[in-house]
C-alpha cells in the first residue's frame, strides 16, 4: 500500500512558477514509477507527467517546455516544476504510482497507476 499526499499548489498569476510535491509512504518508493494528472472543472483528468523507477520521463506536449518532473528517493518525493504558468494549466493536480516496471507511453494512461493522492489546487490568473 502506498500513501500520497501532494502539497505546493496555490493561486498564482500567468508566467508565474510553482513546485509542487507528492509525499510518499513505504519503503519501495525507488521502485515505483510516479504521475502527474491533473483535472480542471468540467474536465476529464489528464495527463502531465511521469517519471520512470529508472527516472525517465514523459511529459504531455502543453508542458513539455514549461514542466520538469523529478524524484528524491532518499526522501520518497516526487516533485514537478511548474514555470511559465498559463490560465489553462488552472486545475486540481493528482500525483500516482505504480508498481509496472516499464516506462514509456504506458505512463501517460491513467488505469497504468495503483494508487492516487487527494491532489493540490492550482489556479492560474490571467
Known amino acids: 500500500q502506498v500513501h500520497l499526499v501532494e502539497s505546493g499548489g496555490g493561486l498564482v498569476q500567468a508566467g508565474d512558477s510553482l513546485r509542487l510535491s507528492c509525499a510518499a509512504s513505504?519503503?519501495?518508493?525507488?521502485?515505483?514509477?510516479m504521475g502527474w494528472f491533473r483535472q480542471a472543472p468540467g474536465e476529464d483528468r489528464e495527463f502531465v507527467a511521469a517519471?520512470?523507477?529508472?527516472?525517465?520521463?514523459e511529459y504531455a506536449d502543453s508542458v513539455e517546455d514549461r514542466f520538469t518532473i523529478s524524484r528524491d528517493n532518499a526522501k520518497n518525493t516526487v516533485y514537478l516544476q511548474l514555470n511559465t504558468l498559463k490560465p489553462e494549466d488552472t486545475g486540481r493536480y493528482h500525483c500516482?504510482?505504480?508498481?509496472?516496471?516499464?516506462?514509456?507511453?504506458?505512463?501517460?494512461?491513467?488505469?497504468?497507476?495503483?494508487?492516487w493522492g487527494q491532489g493540490t489546487q492550482v489556479t492560474v490568473s490571467s
Open positions: 513505504g519503503r519501495t518508493f525507488s521502485s515505483y514509477a
Open positions: 500516482a504510482a505504480t508498481s509496472v516496471p516499464y516506462g514509456g507511453l504506458r505512463l501517460k494512461r491513467e488505469d497504468t497507476y495503483d494508487y
Open positions: 517519471i520512470s523507477k529508472f527516472s525517465v520521463t
